[in-house]
Structures are given as C-alpha cells and as structure tokens.
Nanobody, 120 residues
Framework: QVQLVESGGGLVQAGGSLRLSCAAS????????MGWYRRAPGNERELVAA???????NLADSVKGRFTISRDNAKNTIYLQMNSLKPEDTAVYYC??????????????WGRGTQVTVSS
C-alpha cells in the first residue's frame, strides 16, 4: 500500500499565503517526479508545479513568481509555498507522485486533495 497525504489547505484572503505539504508513505522503493495539480469548479485538472528527485522544478505560468515547490527526499515529502494568493487560485489541490514499488514497478499515485479557498 502507498498513501499520499496532503495537508495545509484552508481559507485565506487574497494576497495571503498558504503552505501545502504532501507526504508519501507505505511500500516505497523510490520516488521519481512529484507534483501538485489543482481542479477548480467547472475546470479540468491542471498542473501547478512539479519537481524531480534531483530538484528541478516546473511551474505553471499562472503561478510563476508566486508559488514555490520544494522537496525533502529523506521524508518523501513535497511542499508548495503559495504567496500572493488570488481568488482564481481557489481549487482542490492534489498531490501526485511517480513511485517505484518492488512488487508493482513504477506507478502514478494521487492524494485525496486539499481545498484551498481564496476570498476577495
């Protein structure tokens, strides 16, 4: 079993900050890329930020300069620091990880999501 557990969502006023965390646990041999996606009401899920095991990052244009993704490989955890939040950042944020299990090989895993609501 592998679990991704997100935390840190909540309600914040426009211009405020939140920090999301996602911890992977279970039968993990190694983890490749990890990332954050979001789905706003009526929209499709979109990539927000991704980070490789080596620390290379990729951020959506809409969050560049405001969001930062980081990773602690020893803890199998990634973080999303969100600053200067806007109402359009309101969405459910999902953690994703490419995890290698000895018995199943490489697979994609998803967290259950955490709600981020930004009020104007």
């Amino acid at each position: 079993q592998v679990q991704l557990v997100e935390s840190g969502g909540g309600l914040v006023q426009a211009g405020g900050s939140l920090r999301l965390s996602c911890a992977a646990s279970g039968s993990i041999f190694s983890i490749n890329d990890m990332g954050w996606y979001r789905r706003a009401p009526g929209n499709e899920r979109e990539l927000v930020a991704a980070i490789t095991r080596g620390g290379s990052t990729n951020l959506a244009d809409s969050v560049k300069g405001r969001f930062t993704i980081s990773r602690d490989n020893a803890k199998n955890t990634i973080y999303l620091q969100m600053n200067s939040l806007k109402p359009e950042d309101t969405a459910v944020y999902y953690c994703n990880a490419q995890i290698w299990r000895v018995d199943l090989g490489m697979r994609d895993y998803w967290g259950r999501g955490t709600q981020v609501t930004v009020s104007s």
